[in-house]
């Protein structure tokens, strides 16, 4: 079946620029996920959602980001003026289930390939 | 704060010869995940451990969950240079829904 897609793979983009990245989850996964990926490095959480709720925004560097999901499936994340140091793999991953706290939340992540983001 | 520590942060390697990468952590986790990463790539969820003292095989890897749930290990054998990439762990507990992922450990094995 289909993954996780991501689009675009790569965006090189002028400081200043507004860009929006797509995710495109895994259908009927409730949980969405947006990372950043330092080459070599684990992924940094920014956003997540459930169904189309966003549940914590803690990880998103500042009120240039905002990410959102109307639908519950595809996700927009969006940088506005982007500035040199945003340059980053953006991730987003799916995870099938939303369970309450008491009966154990899945962790298991289905990542999508990234957008590589530049900017100039 | 939970925070996952992985050792070796890189590791090379000939083919054939066996290696275990470590994921340690002083917090107790409900669940830890470990991902292979190759090159462009996104991380691909390998194995899901729940159980204290669980030992889960794929193959030539081996994973094991410690008994006190704050650790676990990643043991390959025989290394193939198709087990290229980085390994990541992850783990999560009941007080949040955001997964903790370590730094990851690069291996390359030569062949």
């Known amino acids: 079946g289909a993954g996780v897609s991501q689009s675009p793979r790569y965006k090189v983009t002028k400081r200043g620029q507004d860009v929006a990245l797509r995710c495109d989850p895994i259908s009927g996964h409730v949980s969405l996920y947006w990372y950043r990926q330092a080459l070599g490095q684990g992924p940094e959480f920014l956003t997540y959602?459930?169904?189309?709720?966003?549940?914590?925004k803690s990880g998103l560097p500042n009120d240039r980001f905002s990410a959102e999901r109307p639908e519950g499936s595809i996700s927009t994340l969006t940088i506005q003026r982007t500035e040199q140091r945003d340059s980053a793999m953006y991730r987003c991953a799916s995870s099938l289930h939303h369970r309450s706290l008491t009966s154990g939340v899945s962790y298991e992540q289905y990542f999508g390939p990234g957008t590589r983001l530049t900017v100039t | 704060t939970q925070l996952l520590e992985q050792s070796p942060q890189f590791l090379s390697i000939q083919e054939g010869e066996n290696l275990t990468v470590y994921c340690n952590s002083s917090?107790?986790?409900?669940?830890l995940q470990w991902y292979r990463q190759e090159p462009g790539e996104g991380p691909v969820l390998l194995v899901t451990?729940?159980?204290?003292?669980e030992v889960k095989k794929l193959k030539r890897l081996t994973f094991q969950f410690g008994d006190a749930r704050k650790d676990s290990s990643l043991h390959i054998t025989a290394a193939q240079p198709g087990d290229t990439g980085l390994y990541l762990c992850a783990g999560g507990s009941g007080g949040s829904y955001i997964p903790t992922f370590g730094r990851g450990t690069s291996l390359i094995v030569h062949p």
């Open positions: 451990v729940v159980t204290g003292g």
């Open positions: 917090s107790v986790f409900s669940s």
């Open positions: 959602f459930n169904y189309e709720a966003q549940q914590d």
